[in-house]
C-alpha cells in the first residue's frame, strides 16, 4: 500500500511539473506571435505588445492586411502602431493606410474641431513621403473638392523626418499645376517624441463659409490658413497613408479630439 501511495505521488508531482512547463510554453507562444512582424526599433528591450483595446481616439479605418493596428510601449509610454505595407493593400482603387476618423464636420458659424496627439516616427522608406493627418473639404452636393491640407513626413538621412503641410489653393489642386502648395514645417529626429495640435473649423462670420486650419507642433504655430474656397462640410483622419506604396511606421499617444463652439 505504501508503494502504491509513493507511486501515485510521484505521478502527481510529474503531471503537476508537466502541466507547469506547458503553461509556459504557452504563455511564450502566445508573446512571441504577438511580436512576430516587428522589425527594428520595435524588437527593443523597452518594447511589450499589449492587448487590442483601444487607446488612440476615432473609429479605425484599416486597409492593410499584413499590419493591423496594435498598441506598444515604448519608454515608458503607450502608443497606437501605425504600419503600413503596399503588399497588404486591401483597396484596389487606393494606396494602403491604417487611419483614424471622426465624424464630419458640418458647416456651422464658429463650429470648430480641435486635434492633439503626440507622434512617434520610426519609418518612411519611399522618398515621396508618408501622410500623417488630413482634413478633406467636401462641395454642398457631397462631392469632394479634395485635401484643404496634409501634413506630410519625408525621411531626411537616417537619422532624421522633415514635415511638409501640402494645401490646395483651388478645389482639387495639383502640384504639377502649381494648384497645390509644399511646405516645409519642422525636421524631427527619428523615434523622437514631437506634439501636434491641429484646429479646423469655420469663421463665426455668417456670411464666410469656408473653413480654416491652423497647426502647432511642438506648442509653435506652424501653419494657419483659411480655405480659399467655399466648403459645406469637412472630415479630419491621422495615422499612416502612403503617399507611394512605401513601408511607413507611426506612433501615437495622447490623443485627443473635441468640439468647441468658438461663438
Not at 511539473?17 to 506547458?22: P, S, V
Not at 462631392?143 to 519625408?154: F, Q
Amino acid at each position: 500500500m505504501k508503494k502504491n501511495f509513493k507511486v501515485k505521488s510521484l505521478n502527481l508531482v510529474v503531471l503537476f511539473m508537466f502541466l507547469g512547463m506547458a503553461a509556459s510554453c504557452s504563455k511564450e507562444e502566445v508573446f512571441m506571435e504577438q511580436q512576430s512582424g516587428l522589425t527594428g526599433i520595435e524588437k527593443g528591450d523597452q518594447e511589450a505588445v499589449l492587448s487590442a483595446k483601444t487607446i488612440n481616439v476615432g473609429q479605425l479605418d484599416d486597409r492593410d492586411s499584413k499590419n493591423s493596428y496594435r498598441e506598444v510601449m515604448l519608454d515608458g509610454n503607450l502608443y497606437g502602431r501605425y504600419r503600413i505595407d503596399p503588399t497588404g493593400n486591401t483597396d484596389p482603387n487606393n494606396s494602403v493606410r491604417i487611419e483614424r476618423r471622426f465624424d464630419d464636420l458640418r458647416m456651422k458659424p464658429g463650429l470648430r474641431a480641435i486635434f492633439s496627439a503626440t507622434y512617434r516616427i520610426n519609418r518612411v522608406d519611399d522618398r515621396r513621403g508618408t501622410y500623417i493627418a488630413q482634413t478633406h473639404a467636401f462641395n454642398t452636393d457631397g462631392s469632394i473638392k479634395g485635401p484643404s491640407y496634409l501634413l506630410r513626413v519625408y525621411r531626411n538621412g537616417s537619422n532624421n523626418f522633415d514635415i511638409y503641410i501640402e494645401y490646395n489653393t483651388e478645389p482639387n489642386g495639383r502640384l504639377s499645376q502649381d494648384t497645390r502648395r509644399l511646405e516645409k514645417l519642422v525636421t524631427v529626429g527619428k523615434d523622437e517624441d514631437f506634439d501636434v495640435r491641429i484646429i479646423t473649423g469655420y469663421s463665426i462670420n455668417t456670411e464666410d463659409t469656408r473653413a480654416f486650419n491652423t497647426i502647432f507642433i511642438n506648442g509653435e504655430r506652424k501653419y494657419s490658413r483659411n480655405q480659399p474656397y467655399i466648403t459645406d462640410r469637412m472630415y479630419f483622419r491621422y495615422g499612416a497613408y502612403t503617399a507611394n506604396n512605401n513601408i511607413s511606421t507611426v506612433f501615437v499617444r495622447n490623443t485627443n479630439y473635441s468640439l468647441d463652439n468658438n461663438d
